[in-house]
């Protein structure tokens, strides 16, 4: 087993946990603009409610995006910071991964097409099978991420349920699923926890980069707002 230490600031939410040997503790609150304030603090906090200190700590992970531009620019900086000195390597994680697993978790249902509001009409877009076999969890994607407008979507080949603010658009997204999904998880954001988890799995599969390579994923250019073609679709 191995000690992560998790971290996301990618939406209004701020987290951070630390996934100990298989069992994870997290500190998760909804703190719009705050997050440069609290993460560090509650970085301190969480490795002072473990009784550890960083140079315990085998890896860091955090949520690469998508999300805020300002959130993801906040947590790659401090995951930056923090393993380089000291001397740790860093898992990127997928903050759509995060939110399937989430609803796993939740619900026990295994295909979730996870969303994230980008403004402007957009949506961050990805789907993913979740499961757990013999105590070890399994996400597999069935869907590229994209950034999109959910109106140009085509139908989709797999069934699917909803979670994250991109289901804000539920009436467009239902639509375009074989069969009508039950209430999307509309409320429910990334979690650090979850990055936890799944960090373990890279870092189990060799996953890990250096601090240089900690670098988000914001799939739409903040300059020029062009995005990126998504592949829509079963693989």
Not at 2 to 8: F, H, N, Q, R
């Amino acid at each position: 087993m191995a000690v992560i230490l998790a971290l996301d600031t990618s939406t209004p939410a701020c987290s951070v946990a630390l996934n100990l040997n298989g069992v994870v503790l997290e500190d998760f609150r909804m703190a719009p603009r705050l997050h440069n304030d609290l993460i560090l603090p509650m970085v301190d906090q969480i490795l002072a409610q473990a009784e550890i200190t960083l140079a315990d700590v085998d890896a860091i992970a955090f949520g690469r995006g998508p999300g805020s531009f300002t959130g993801l620019r906040i947590s790659a900086g401090v995951v930056q910071g923090l393993a380089f000195g000291a001397d740790l390597p860093v898992i990127p994680v997928s903050t759509l991964a995060a939110l399937s697993l989430e609803g796993f978790q939740k619900t026990g249902k295994n295909n979730w097409l996870a969303a994230l509001d980008a403004r402007m009409g957009e949506i961050y877009l990805g789907g993913y099978h979740v499961n757990k076999v013999a105590g070890n969890y399994e996400i597999r994607p069935l869907i590229d991420e994209c950034v999109v407008k959910p109106e140009s979507l085509v139908a989709f080949n797999e069934q699917f349920d909803g979670i994250g603010s991109g289901w804000c658009y539920e009436s467009v997204l239902s639509s375009l699923l074989p069969d009508t999904p039950e209430h999307a998880l509309v409320d429910l954001a990334p979690r650090a926890a979850c990055i936890a988890e799944l960090a373990l799995l890279k870092w189990q599969q060799g996953e890990a980069v250096s601090s240089y390579d900690a670098i988000p994923t914001y799939l739409r250019d903040e300059i020029s707002w062009e995005k990126q073609a998504p592949r829509i679709g079963k693989r």
